[in-house]
């Protein structure tokens, strides 16, 4: 188990580890083998159990569709499908979904071909920033799928768990609307 | 005797500091252009607008422009992607560089083929004349371009535009709505490291106490970085930095800075250091005719960016050299803020703009890179990526400044203004880096041999800042405007999209109302008799029509209100109409906006950025305000600072009125003080009393109630 480096030089200035400091393999966290069904497909890999989900995802099998926003499940950028439910990544860990389906947005697509919902996206420009689009077509694909012809006021409410800043609501709604009669 | 170059007109846009037309764009053999910006995306679409300025003056497609982004050893310096300035900035150079370009282009191939080049045919690049051809990606080479901009080119005629005026959909979207990478935050470099910094959740004054007994023996931690009151964490995995940086923060003891202003209004009254007149208008005759004398006084709480994404950065050392991604808004200043507080030199470092979450102002971009830095230069070469949790994107990145307003004005007997006072009381608007002696990022006032923290400013008139909108735009024979400079600053203050403009409009509009009331005429009738201005007066009544603001119907407990400006007294023209509902809490049922541009460049691009300005202000107005307590900041999280639901968010509707004929102007903050103003006016007239303080919350309400019985 590797020791961390404390880098402190004279007089509390930044000291420089040497080049290669970093090079050799550092001491793994107290790890586990986790088995993940990510869109559809069975990944493993090794990390502390309380790892968020998030970071499994981005970092371990770059699916970095899903982003960090607060981390503690209040702002829906990072929310994933699990068996089916919208659920905050940041706020899950691995431990707790071990042998359920995740399916994250790049999941939503088959292959190259969008789903309806990234579709109706793109018609309607539903987004500025884009950073919170992830979790936001979560939540809808997760809607659409319980309730295929939803109303204007049921898609507001099904996506008040996710935070937009830029402003881009009212498009998305549009866009919701939209994938549902197509 | 001037010489020549005193009497030189200065160049437009962004030309005057980038002369050289090489600067601005290249031809490549495979039938694309590069087009170097030093404007960046922020999430306003503006690499989409720029793309068609130059495909329009080139006369190619869309598709074969290439958007570069902006790099510090690449791109034009056009200092800060802000102000809603870059159609005027960058717009302005690339209509230039580009017409410039097409016009030498034509003239090489006009050489190959031996013909003139008016006899040429050119369709999206490919040239033909007398039976032969080339190609604009054949005539061109790197050394056509290496000569000064002549911003005497001829411009194509907007009657002629193709691809300049025409609803365009974003370049950037197609990747955010796959979820493909594009965000800084989705950048890995090979061997990168990821990093986060221990701060205090409020002001800071000194590190006093440390122990990192326990977290350095933690499993995947690579680094404990310490200089002064700065501290830092490197680890081979994001979630062990995460974990790190959490417990090696409840072992800090901090020494605090002076406790937060109980009354942050009260607190800017004693404290203002500097008083300017900035507008002063004396007509005697008229004052004489004074027959009512109306004042009020208002106020706007610190506001929080509060972009859904955390700042980012990325940096590495290697061999001496500091190259650094950042989503900084003004990456040139940036690189000169980082060799500060580094003590480098700037030509040994490089800073590369990469995409963040939505930027609406001066937020911890800029402080992230330099985190990201310094924990770089303890790597040994590695790349290191910092992203802010979300606790210290509240409470680090600077707040748009709380600001309190004091009007008076005076009636004729017709119901005319007469005279017009306005003063404000307000920290600065900008502590951007590149402007002060010192470094303006976050960290280097905590190293251990610190910078000082630089005052906010305000830039000066006629833009300004704290007084941006503070110098009415209606025709009033009095007025007197101070600004009052409040230098201490118990929060760190910088810009906010609209800067004092959106609490300038707040109060003018609400002020007007309350005159027109007094004065017993409709509000929009009010404005109109005080305002000759055409292009006002004509996005008034466009948003009149449009919400068939004469058919109103009183209903109990609703109510209706306009809003209007031209943002900076310089740009865009806004008219904002609202239709509110007040019982327990306001709701905000429709918002109707018409807005004067000037010459559209994307029609849906500068709509999407008033509704989404609109959206956003109906937030700040409803909902925000930053909580104080004795030490500093207390909204740390979504639960202490909510902003407007999907549920809570109104109808929004845009007119645009083209003035293909005018220059065009920036968009992107005009919404906020009309709407703001529409609402508060709203609210006021369903309730039939007027709420002075921002935001418009229940209690609010309660308390504008309980004074006026």
């Given amino acids: 188990m590797g020791q961390g480096r404390e880098i402190l030089g004279s007089e509390g200035r930044l000291g420089y580890a040497p080049r290669d400091a970093f090079a050799e393999e550092r001491g793994k966290p107290v790890a586990e083998r986790f088995r993940l069904i990510v869109n559809g497909t069975e990944s493993e890999l090794e990390a502390s159990p309380d790892t968020p989900l998030l970071y499994a995802l981005r970092n371990d099998l770059r699916l970095i569709g899903t982003r960090f926003g607060c981390g503690s499940g209040q702002c829906g950028a990072c929310f994933v499908l699990i068996d089916g439910d919208p659920a905050p990544a940041c706020d899950t860990p691995l431990w707790a979904v071990a042998g359920k389906r995740i399916t994250t947005v790049e999941g939503l697509s088959k292959g190259r071909e969008l789903h309806p919902l990234q579709h109706a996206f793109l018609a309607e420009q539903a987004a500025q920033c884009g950073y919170c689009t992830s979790g936001i077509l979560i939540s809808a694909a997760a809607l659409l799928a319980k309730n295929p012809m939803p109303t204007e006021r049921e898609v507001r409410e099904a996506l008040d768990r996710n935070l937009c800043r830029c402003g881009s609501h009212n498009r998305v709604v549009r866009a919701v609307l939209r994938a549902a009669q197509e | ?709």
């Fill in chain 2, 1 to 709: 005797m001037n010489t020549v170059a005193e009497t030189r007109l200065k160049r437009p846009g962004s030309l005057e500091k980038n002369p050289r037309l090489s600067q601005w764009l290249r031809v490549h053999r495979d039938g694309t252009v590069s087009i170097y910006s030093g404007k960046v995306e922020i999430g306003q679409g503006i690499l989409t607008a720029l793309a068609q300025i130059a495909a329009e003056e080139l006369g190619i497609g869309l598709d074969r422009i290439r958007m570069v982004p902006a790099d510090t050893a690449a791109s034009p310096d056009e200092g800060v992607t802000s102000g809603s300035l870059s159609i005027q900035d960058s717009g302005v150079a690339l209509r230039c560089a580009c017409a410039q370009a097409r016009a030498l282009l034509l003239e090489r191939a006009a050489a190959r083929i031996g013909v003139s080049a008016r006899d040429l045919q050119v369709t999206d690049g490919a040239v033909r004349g007398a039976g032969r051809s080339t190609s604009f990606w054949e005539c061109a080479d790197d050394a056509l371009f290496d000569r000064e901009i002549d911003e005497t080119a001829a411009l194509r005629s907007p009657a002629d535009y193709g691809v300049v005026g025409k609803p365009t959909p974003r370049r950037d979207l197609p990747d955010k709505i796959a979820g493909r990478p594009h965000f800084i935050q989705d950048i890995a470099l090979p061997g990168m490291l990821y990093g986060r910094v221990v701060r205090p959740p409020h002001n800071f004054a000194g590190l006093i106490s440390l122990d990192d007994s326990k977290i350095k023996s933690m499993p995947g931690l690579a680094a404990i970085v310490r200089d002064g009151g700065f501290v830092g964490v490197l680890a081979e995995r994001e979630d062990v930095a995460i974990s790190a940086q959490r417990a090696l923060r409840l072992t800090a003891t901090w020494r605090e800075d002076g406790p937060a202003p109980r009354d942050v209004y009260t607190w800017l009254k004693e404290h203002a250091a500097e008083h300017r007149v900035i507008s002063e208008r004396n007509n005697v005759e008229a004052k004489s005719r004074a027959a009512k004398v109306l004042e009020a006084s208002y106020t706007k709480p610190y506001i929080s960016h509060a972009s859904i994404g955390p700042s980012c950065a990325i940096a590495q050392v290697d061999e001496g050299k500091l190259t650094v991604w950042s989503h900084s808004q003004g990456i040139f200043n940036l690189r000169r803020d980082l060799a500060l507080a580094l003590g480098m030199r700037e030509d040994a470092i490089v800073v590369r703009h990469a995409e963040g979450a939505g930027c609406y102002g001066h937020n911890g971009a800029d402080d992230a890179a330099l985190d990201a830095a310094l924990l770089a230069r303890a790597a040994g070469g590695r790349p290191v990526q910092v992203q802010w949790m979300r606790d210290d994107e509240f409470a680090w990145a600077p707040c748009g400044p709380a600001m309190a307003l004091s009007l008076r004005a005076a009636l004729d007997s017709q119901g005319d203004i007469v005279d017009w006072q306005h003063e404000l009381w307000s920290n600065g608007h900008s502590s951007r880096p590149g402007r002060a002696h010192g470094p303006a990022l976050a960290a280097a006032w905590h190293l251990a041999k610190p910078h000082e923290r630089p005052s906010a400013i305000n830039m000066p008139l006629p833009a300004g800042a704290a007084d941006r909108n503070a110098i009415p735009i209606y025709d009033f024979p009095n007025q007197r405007v101070v600004n009052h400079y409040v230098h201490e600053m118990p929060v760190r203050t910088s810009a906010l999209r609209s800067l004092g403009a959106y609490a300038n409009v707040f109060a003018i509009e609400s002020f007007m109302d309350e005159l027109a009331q007094a004065a017993e005429i409709d509000a929009i009738a009010f404005r109109l008799r005080h305002l000759r201005d055409p292009r006002g007066r004509a996005v008034i009544d466009t948003a009149a029509r449009r919400a068939e603001w004469s058919g109103w119907k009183p209903v109990e407990g609703r109510g209706h209100g306009i809003g209007f400006a031209k943002y900076k007294n310089l740009g865009a023209y806004c008219a904002a109409i609202a239709e509110v509902e007040v019982d327990h809490e306001v709701r905000v049922n429709r918002l109707v906006l018409a807005v004067d541009v000037g010459l559209v460049i994307n029609p849906d691009g500068v709509i999407n950025q008033i509704e989404g300005g609109a959206i956003q202000a109906t937030s700040w107005t409803l909902k925000e305000e930053v909580k104080l307590d004795a030490r500093g900041i207390a909204s740390l999280g979504w639960e202490d600072y909510p902003i407007l639901k999907f549920s809570e968010v109104p109808a929004v509707e845009v007119e645009l009125i083209d003035r293909p004929e005018l220059p065009s102007v920036g968009a992107g903050e005009a919404a906020q003080g009309p709407t703001g103003a529409a609402i508060a006016n709203a609210v006021s007239h369903a309730l039939g009393l007027r709420v002075r303080d921002l935001p418009l919350t229940h209690e609010r309400i309660a308390a504008a109630i309980s004074q006026s019985t």
